[in-house]
DNA sequence: GCAAGGTTGTTGAGCGTTCAACTGTTGCGA
DNA sequence: TCGCAACAGTTGAACGCTCAACAACCTTGC
């Protein structure tokens, strides 16, 4: 039988020294101001989050211009519910469509119609430029290359490992 | 008078190559799976989400452990109305409470309750603890130094010319 | 062939955020 | 000191996200 004759100490915290705060609330600053500069910015001129715009540009880069929910989901980051919410908003809109998967009768496709296909776009161009202005073009190539390195290692350490 | 013979040609969008894209992607990535673990990790063990941690942690570092509503909301980078709503949920809990401003009778202050300072003093280790594993952790020195100097040039290129 | 358990996707309630409109107050120039 | 723009903060509606519960379907092992 187990027996644990003292509770093990609980281990102290280890606290962010002075360099490691600086770079998490930088870090945690910049992050908020750009997503909302684009969340913005995507809204007025697309009438959509950032979000819905990245589930369309997904979509657009399948060959069919279709994908499975459930990789849909794991591809945009985003649970199966917030996905599925997003959808039918997408779907009233008429930039979405819902089908039946031929495969998997629990299944559904997501496909992009002819008009979400148009209202991307219409809209990437002023999401590009926007991610320019506010990101791309304050970095040196170099802080570009620095920066994959560091989302890469910090991604790969949170995504499910079967997530390409 | 000014005249405009033709109209100036829009510009063509300047696309990102393959490096800005796979940068700005793994950010992407990275951020949304970062902001979603913290959140998760805050309302499991202290029943708020990260921006009113974040409240909270600001209100705690003032010597008076009060600050002006619109300062606290610069300083969260939050707009006036989400902190407005956010403050509310915080009296609610007890954990903040409003005051008036003595010097301007528009103003209100917020102020950290002993017990929202005690359920900070609770929730801190497990929330740095988790921006250890996540973030600090899957860094070298070099690239959380690099992490700051990238992260505050996009902030102060975003951010209004006033915030500290 | 069938039961058990896993997978896929949806739903509704509750909460947080946004946006625009609003109140009350202050600062400033005529 | 009057008038007015700017400022500080709040409010409610609309919307997006989370969470838990759920229905439907597939898979596995017997």
Redesign the interface.
Known sequence: MCRVAYPRRVSA????NA??Q???R????????????FDRQLQQDAGMPHGYY?ILVRLSESPSRSMRMSQLATST??SRSRLSHAVTRLEEKGWVERLDCATDRRGQVAHLTDAGYAVLEQA??GH??A??I???D??T?E?????????????D???PADCP
Chains 1, 2 share one sequence.
Not at 13 to 16: G, I, M, N, Y
Request: glycine letters at 2%; a negative charge.
């Open positions: 915290t280890r606290w962010l360099a490691e600086e770079a998490w930088a870090y945690l600053e910049a992050t908020l101001l750009l997503f909302d500069a990245e980051r985003s990437a161009p590009v430029e991610v320019r506010h990101l791309i304050k970095l190539p802080q570009i290359e620095q920066l994959r390195e560091i989302s890469t290692a910090v991604r350490g949170l995504a």
